[in-house]
């Protein structure tokens, strides 16, 4: 992500155990690297990362299982691996460090949607879906930070920088926004062909991702509803409608009028 908004932390004079960790409700575990964070304290980044994790995870039915989830940098991130290591952990590299907060929120986001979409291998054709949705899952992360960091921080004294969230989210609304006058259908229909072949085309999946956002903070509670847009016949050669389709057979009938309203946005019946 190249928008830089870098947050320097005052070094902490009080001691408080963090706000709104619900350790105990959580499906997930975030296991950090110790090191190579650079001047950021692993126990800080912990705390974002929960707290962009959180930020989705509340609307989410839980998750089948404890998911433990690994947590390193490397410059080929930010990645979700399709191989567990030998823990059993989900692996996700992230390419950012020191306090970059609103950088780790926004590709921690992302890749913990993959895991939410229960991601697998396949057919790439329509994989630019689920990365799209995954960029609106960072907008969607930073936009609940931007307003619960102003009361609920993870520590006391961070509340001011709920400020620079929302300038980073802002910074994120104006790029992905559709051009004036093009709506979500024409924007598919201009640009299905390139999505097929270029899955993480960041450019293009952030249009998407701006367009549906709303959909998913004006109806949270069907954020449970990516976990199955992997199942069935996702991952085989299909076009889009079909893929749209099998999601919904794939889902829950009270997921249904929620899929419907989005395929209605691509232009696509079900």
Same mark, same amino acid.
């Given at each position: 992500m190249k928008?830089?908004?870098?947050?320097?932390l005052a070094p902490f004079l009080i001691i408080s155990e963090l706000a709104n960790c619900n350790e105990n409700e959580r499906a997930y575990q975030i296991r950090l690297d110790k090191e190579g =964070?650079?001047?950021? #304290? &692993?126990?800080?980044?912990?705390?974002? @990362?929960?707290?962009?994790?959180?930020?989705i +995870?509340? +609307? *989410?039915?839980? @998750? !089948?299982?404890?998911? &433990?989830? +690994?947590? #390193?940098?490397d410059k080929t991130g930010p990645i979700t691996l399709f191989q567990r290591n030998l823990r059993g952990e989900i692996i996700v590299k992230i390419n950012t460090g020191d306090r970059y907060w609103c950088q780790y929120s926004y590709q921690m986001a992302h890749e913990f949607c993959h895991i939410l979409c229960r991601f697998r291998n396949g057919s790439r054709r329509n994989l630019w879906f689920e990365e799209s949705l995954c960029? /609106?899952?960072? /907008? *969607?992360? @930073?936009?609940? /930070?931007?307003?619960? =960091?102003?009361?609920? &921080?993870?520590?006391?004294?961070?509340?001011?920088y709920s400020a620079f969230i929302r300038?980073?989210?802002?910074?994120?609304?104006?790029k992905h926004a559709l051009p004036e006058g093009? #709506?979500?259908?024409?924007?598919?229909s201009d640009h299905s062909k390139k999505f097929e072949k270029d899955a993480v085309n960041r450019t293009m999946n952030g249009k998407i991702a701006g367009a549906l956002l709303i959909a998913f903070e004006?109806?949270?509670? +069907? =954020? &449970? #509803?990516?976990?199955?847009?992997?199942?069935? !016949?996702?991952?085989?050669d299909i076009s889009f409608p079909e893929y749209l389709k099998n =999601? @919904?057979?794939?889902?829950?009938? !009270?997921?249904?009028? *929620?899929?419907?309203?989005?395929?209605?946005? *691509?232009g696509i019946p079900l």
């Open positions: 928008i830089q908004h870098l947050i320097i =964070w650079g001047n950021a #304290s &692993p126990n800080d980044i912990e705390a974002v @990362l929960y707290s962009a994790c959180d930020s +995870h509340q +609307h *989410f039915a839980s @998750l !089948k299982e404890n998911e &433990p989830i +690994h947590v #390193s940098r960029e /609106m899952a960072s /907008m *969607f992360a @930073l936009r609940s /930070m931007a307003k619960t =960091w102003k009361t609920s &921080p993870p520590y006391p004294n961070w509340k001011s300038d980073y989210v802002k910074d994120l609304e104006t093009i #709506s979500l259908a024409d924007y598919y004006t109806n949270p509670e +069907h =954020w &449970p #509803s990516i976990s199955y847009i992997n199942n069935g !016949k996702a991952k085989e =999601w @919904l057979n794939e889902a829950p009938k !009270k997921h249904h009028i *929620f899929i419907h309203s989005l395929a209605r946005q *691509f």
